[in-house]
């Protein structure tokens, strides 16, 4: 049971470039979050998918698309990457339980954009 | 808007020192509350929660943290830090009706000097 995991855990990217970050769970939880961690400014939530073939924007959506491309994986891919996307991005997952809801954390993407 | 607010950026402290870090959110009904702590490099670990009865939760590790719904806190504590607690405190609220998002402060940095 690996729980949340995803790849890859470093990333360089110039100006302009795309790239997609994988994640995965095999808690078969319903609901899955990508956020991004910026120094001092804890986490904020980017996308989450409540269920499977749903997805809504977070609080800082701009400049990223998500994919939930089935239960168990949702993808975040930066389409054409800026030096304000460096950050470090978790994937969360939850069972999505209308009360008692908990997110579990992968380890988490550092990425740099030159 | 929904906020969630750590009153301390950077705590340090010797071994043997009690703790307590602060968390103050929001007005916005019912809540329910966590704590999740990051080691050096490491991805977010649930440190505890509460969702309802005892206002006093205590999590692993030997951390406890108390409700006190009117003061709209939820404030951690230990009795006595060793130097592995050194590591960035979050905390967390999801707003019931939130659609599941959890709004999370924006850290404290524990440093603990052996």
């Known amino acids: 049971n690996a729980g949340v995991t995803q790849t890859p855990k470093f990333q360089v990217l110039k100006t302009g470039q795309s790239m997609t970050l994988q994640c995965a769970q095999d808690m078969n939880h319903n609901s899955m979050y990508w956020y991004r961690q910026d120094p001092g400014m804890g986490l904020r939530l980017i996308y989450y998918?409540?269920?499977?073939?749903?997805?809504d924007k977070g609080e800082v959506p701009n400049g990223y698309n998500v994919s939930r491309l089935n239960k168990r994986e949702f993808s975040l891919r930066l389409e054409s990457a800026a030096p304000s996307q460096t950050s470090v991005y978790f994937c969360?997952?939850?069972?999505?339980?209308?009360?008692?809801?908990?997110?579990?954390f992968g380890p988490g993407t550092r990425l740099t954009v030159l | 808007a929904q906020s969630v607010s750590q009153h301390n950026h950077h705590v340090i402290l010797s071994e043997a020192a009690s703790l307590e870090l602060g968390c103050n959110y929001s007005y916005g009904g019912t809540v329910n509350l966590f704590w999740y702590v990051q080691y050096p490099g490491q991805h977010l670990q649930l440190l505890l929660k509460?969702?309802?009865?005892?206002?006093l939760v205590k999590g692993i590790k030997g951390f406890e943290a108390e409700f006190i719904k009117s003061k709209f806190s939820f404030n951690l504590r230990k009795p006595s830090v060793q130097w592995s607690d050194t590591a960035e405190y979050f905390c967390?609220?999801?707003?019931?009706?939130?659609?599941?998002?959890?709004?999370f402060g924006k850290g404290t940095k524990l440093s603990v000097k052996p």
């Open positions: 969360a997952s939850s069972e999505a339980r209308a009360i008692a809801d908990t997110q579990y």
């Open positions: 998918s409540a269920s499977e073939g749903t997805t």
């Open positions: 509460y969702f309802s009865g005892d206002p």
């Open positions: 967390a609220v999801k707003f019931r009706g939130s659609q599941g998002n959890l709004i």
